[in-house]
């Protein structure tokens, strides 16, 4: 079935999704990982992307839209977990109309529902590996040596930029305004599931896997 994981910056989507991905080998497509990808390579994409990305703002709608299209023509059959998209009230409406032309459809959209307070303690102490992707966190969970990635050993375990506090309140502003709004357009399909996302990971997992079935 596929999924999307829907909630506010640092509510654990990209977490998750890597759980997802492991253990129910489901395709992953977060469309932050996409732009930090192209910006990490200078394509034009990036170039155009990190505009927006490291000041916390959304990218254009016409650009993310024709990212997923690209993504989903690149599934070759397998289930996906849709990470950050849609994130408006048109890209929600698009994302329908790209499922139809892909002959796809969503199953679930989980939200992992999380108070402000623990999103700024989890946004300010994150660590993303600049070379593979794979997060940390200082406290909850820090690399076995510190600045060192446990998955593909680079020493480029860093902040991301868009994680520093002002940002962070420019991204959560955001959510608020142009992202939040999208859960009732699920709640209309009757799609959307609601669950805690707070606790360990491990037991936010298991509360995801207990609505699959
Ligand atoms: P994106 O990368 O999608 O960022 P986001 O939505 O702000 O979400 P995050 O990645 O910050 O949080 P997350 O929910 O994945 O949390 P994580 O699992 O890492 O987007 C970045 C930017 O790209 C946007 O600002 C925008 O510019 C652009 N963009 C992307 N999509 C777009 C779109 N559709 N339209 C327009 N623009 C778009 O967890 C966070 C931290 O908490 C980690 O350190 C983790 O280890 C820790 N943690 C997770 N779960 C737990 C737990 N249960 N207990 C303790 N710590 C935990
Ligand atoms: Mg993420």
Redesign the pocket.
């Known amino acids: 079935m596929n999924l999307i994981?829907f909630?506010?910056?640092?509510?654990?989507?990209?977490?998750?999704?890597?759980k997802l991905v492991e253990e129910l080998g489901y395709k992953h497509i977060?469309?932050?990982?996409?732009?930090?990808y192209a910006m990490k390579n200078e394509t034009a994409l990036g170039v155009e992307?990190k505009k927006?990305?490291?000041?916390?703002?959304?990218?254009?709608?016409s650009?993310?839209i024709g990212m997923?299209d690209e993504a989903f023509g690149a599934l070759a059959g397998a289930s996906f977990i849709l990470?950050?998209?849609?994130?408006?009230a048109p890209?929600a409406e698009a994302l329908d109309n790209l499922l139809e032309s892909h002959s796809l459809d969503i199953g679930k959209v989980i939200f992992?529902e999380?108070p402000k307070e623990?999103?700024l303690?989890?946004?300010t102490?994150?660590?993303?590996c600049k070379n593979c992707g794979a997060?940390?966190?200082?406290?909850?969970?820090p690399p076995v040596k510190d600045g060192v990635c446990d998955v593909c050993s680079s020493d480029q375990v860093v902040q991301?930029k868009?994680?520093m506090p002002e940002v962070i309140e420019e991204?959560l502003e955001?959510?608020e305004n142009s992202?939040a709004p999208v859960k009732s357009f699920y709640l209309a399909q009757g799609k959307l599931i609601e669950l805690d996302?707070?606790?360990?990971?491990?037991?936010?997992f298991a509360r995801i896997k207990g609505v699959l079935s």
């Open positions: 994981l909630g506010a910056p640092g509510a654990g989507k990209g977490t998750q999704s890597a977060s469309t932050g990982d996409l732009f930090r992307a927006y990305v490291d000041a916390g703002k959304l990218v254009p709608d650009i993310v997923v990470d950050g998209f849609p994130r408006t890209q992992l999380v623990l999103l303690g989890r946004l102490g994150r660590r993303v997060t940390y966190h200082v406290e909850a969970k991301r868009d994680d991204r955001v959510y992202t996302g707070t606790g360990e990971a491990d037991d936010v």
